[in-house]
């Protein structure tokens, strides 16, 4: 691995899931150590069983109607995205550990390539759509104005690594032991490129993919991307109380 290599797609790495995980738990000690309000917050009316709240809670926080009435298309982009990402996160367990039963019943190593592609492909091509159209909503729509420095940094950083995880995902020419054979190397905490990616053009997609993913990761608790887990929170007490 070269030096450049190990920074980017090694020690870079490190940093962002560190930062990631020391920086959530920060900001949840934060919200759990507030001062708690002494008015009731529940929004009536409300379901009156604990099956009832608890499946409103779900819907507000996954589906979230009141914000599709007011703006549906920001909110089928943000749904697109969110499935999609989802799906490519689960995608990207492989390279913790094979998925053998859906590679035996795929038919071996060749179905699981051309699965993961199609579908791999088909989740990257998602993400890319939605986030083009936030930029532009936020370049040339109405919100144009109330847009921020921060709310273009964080869509670059998307944008960034979508187009380089989807670069490898259509033009690259490895699968998927090559790359579970380097993020292994990782867990081991001895970063290192098999030769056939140390020696392929692809290892730089996979850097720079790497560069703005550990970015994200790095900036994501210190943003407001954290109504991921603000927004769980608020609908509970709106559902609960």
Wanted: net charge neutral; proline share 6%.
């Amino acid at each position: 691995m070269d030096p450049v290599s190990f920074v980017m797609s090694g020690l870079l790495v490190y940093v962002g899931f560190a930062v990631f995980i020391f920086g959530m738990a920060w900001r949840v000690w934060q919200w759990s150590s507030m001062p708690k309000s002494p008015v009731r917050l529940g929004l009536f009316p409300k379901p009156e069983t604990g099956i009832g709240r608890f499946g409103k809670l779900l819907k507000d926080t996954f589906v979230a109607p009141q914000s599709f009435e007011i703006e549906p298309a920001l909110m089928v982009a943000a749904m697109v995205f969110h499935v999609a990402a989802l799906a490519g996160f689960f995608g990207h367990l492989r390279l913790i550990h094979e998925f053998d039963p859906l590679v035996a019943a795929l038919g071996g190593a060749e179905g699981m390539n051309a699965f993961a592609a199609w579908s791999g492909g088909a989740a990257g091509l998602a993400m890319l759509a939605a986030v083009i159209f936030w930029i532009a909503r936020r370049t040339f729509g109405p919100y144009r104005r109330l847009s921020t420095p921060e709310d273009y940094l964080i869509l670059f950083l998307l944008l960034g690594a979508v187009i380089m995880g989807d670069h490898l995902r259509f033009t690259g020419e490895l699968h998927g032991p090559t790359y579970i054979a380097w993020f292994q190397s990782l867990l081991r905490f001895s970063p290192s490129f098999p030769p056939e990616l140390a020696e392929s053009s692809d290892k730089w997609a996979l850097n720079w993919h790497m560069v703005f993913v550990s970015a994200f990761l790095i900036y994501f608790p210190f943003s407001k991307l954290t109504h991921v887990i603000g927004a769980f929170a608020l609908n509970l007490v709106r559902s609960s109380e």
